[in-house]
């Protein structure tokens, strides 16, 4: 099944048609990760995607068994019978749909330059869209709200990921001389049970000596967890290809001053957010009056407020900050919260030498009304 609704299909054909896109090609190997693949064609993964102006889907996988049992396209073309040459294959497709001098040829702008060249050289009647992440930007744009089925899936990842929180919570209250490691590995046992078929993300689990990166490394060490001050960890369930991102804040013994200070901040801070969410605001503006909270207090936030989730954890909408560089704001489009989005919501502070913390939860819009779906919360030790 493929996650993209036909009304989101059609416009973006109607993209296509209007940019003289005569075919937009998306690809998929473990060099160049593209989830467009599974949005577009219901495939997983390792495949040409072909996309025709007229709406018509060729895929060219490298597993075809795996596209019978996945695929929603209207052809699914052996590459084996063409050497085993993936750019072979896309040559035939392309000679036996097309009797033209020139085909253009939309690519997602993240595509290697290796792949272009190679089809450059073995097709030269082929021309390239110039603007890529104006494609990009459209497959952005798509994804950016979610289906009804979408949003079921992204509902069941959320529940896996609160229900996980009692487990966290029964961990720390008996932690001793458990490692970051320990806590990691009982999150993703736990998921599993509750029904996640992977973990989102590795989990990142911080003590007080490593709460102060933005993204842990190793993401979960053999230190010791229940130490003094501030911690957290950031975690999340995939189930059936969506996923859920949540991190829960925690501290062990007494704390400083500044760390009290940091803490009341971010929850405050959070609260700013969830009350400023609504149909039509500007998401950058969230962003903003938090990072106005954080820089009157003298901190800042190295990051953006939240992100979408969907079949990526990090997908659209993007809530952070207004670009002010001219190149950016030449493909920077303002976006507002809109019924069907699902993203996360995730104020923190870092300092080196005190500490960090971050209260993250998965937020939807559904039926008018703002939902937070998942329940992370302060934890005090």
């Not at 930007?137 to 509902?155: G, V, W």
Request: glycine share 6%; aromatic share 10%; charged share 25%.
């Amino acid at each position: 099944m493929r996650p993209i609704t036909i009304e989101k299909f059609d416009l973006l054909l109607r993209f296509l048609q209007e940019n003289q896109v005569d075919v937009l090609m998306i690809s998929d190997f473990e060099n160049s990760k593209n989830i467009n693949l599974q949005y577009l064609s219901g495939h997983p993964t390792d495949a040409f995607l072909l996309v025709t102006s007229d709406g018509e889907s060729i895929l060219i996988p490298w597993d075809i068994s795996l596209a019978g049992k996945c695929a929603e396209v209207d052809e699914i073309v052996d590459f084996s019978n063409f050497k085993y040459n993936f750019y072979l294959t896309i040559k035939e497709v392309i000679k036996k749909r097309w009797k033209k001098s020139s085909i253009t040829v939309g690519v997602h702008e993240l595509i290697p330059y290796g792949y272009i060249r190679m089809m450059i050289n073995l097709i030269p009647e082929l021309k390239f869209f110039k603007e890529p992440i104006q494609i990009t930007k459209i497959l952005q744009e798509l994804r950016a709200t979610k289906s009804e089925f979408e949003m079921k899936q992204l509902t069941k990842a959320a529940q896996i990921g609160t229900k996980t929180i009692k487990d966290i919570r029964k961990f720390c209250e008996n932690a001793s001389d458990e490692t970051e490691n320990d806590l990691s590995f009982l999150v993703r046992k736990k998921m599993a049970e509750y029904g996640a078929d992977d973990v989102a993300f590795e989990t990142l689990v911080a003590n007080s000596s490593r709460s102060h990166e933005i993204h842990q490394y190793p993401p979960a060490s053999n230190q010791r967890f229940a130490l003094s001050g501030l911690a957290l960890i950031d975690f999340g369930a995939n189930y059936q290809g969506y996923h859920s991102d949540i991190t829960v804040p925690i501290s062990f013994g007494e704390l400083s001053k500044e760390q009290e200070k940091i803490l009341d901040i971010v929850l405050d801070s959070y609260e700013v957010a969830i009350e400023m969410i609504d149909i039509g605001v500007l998401t950058w503006k969230v962003h903003d009056r938090v990072e106005q909270i954080l820089k009157k207090a003298g901190y800042s936030m190295p990051y953006s407020l939240g992100h979408g989730l969907g079949l990526t954890v990090h997908d659209s909408p993007r809530i952070g900050r207004k670009p002010t560089d001219e190149y950016s704001l030449k493909h920077w489009k303002e976006e507002t919260f809109q019924e069907g989005m699902v993203f996360t919501i995730e104020p923190g502070i870092i300092k080196q030498g005190v500490g960090g913390t971050r209260l993250e939860n998965d937020i939807m819009i559904r039926n008018g009304k703002i939902e937070v779906i998942t329940k992370a919360e302060y934890i005090q030790y």
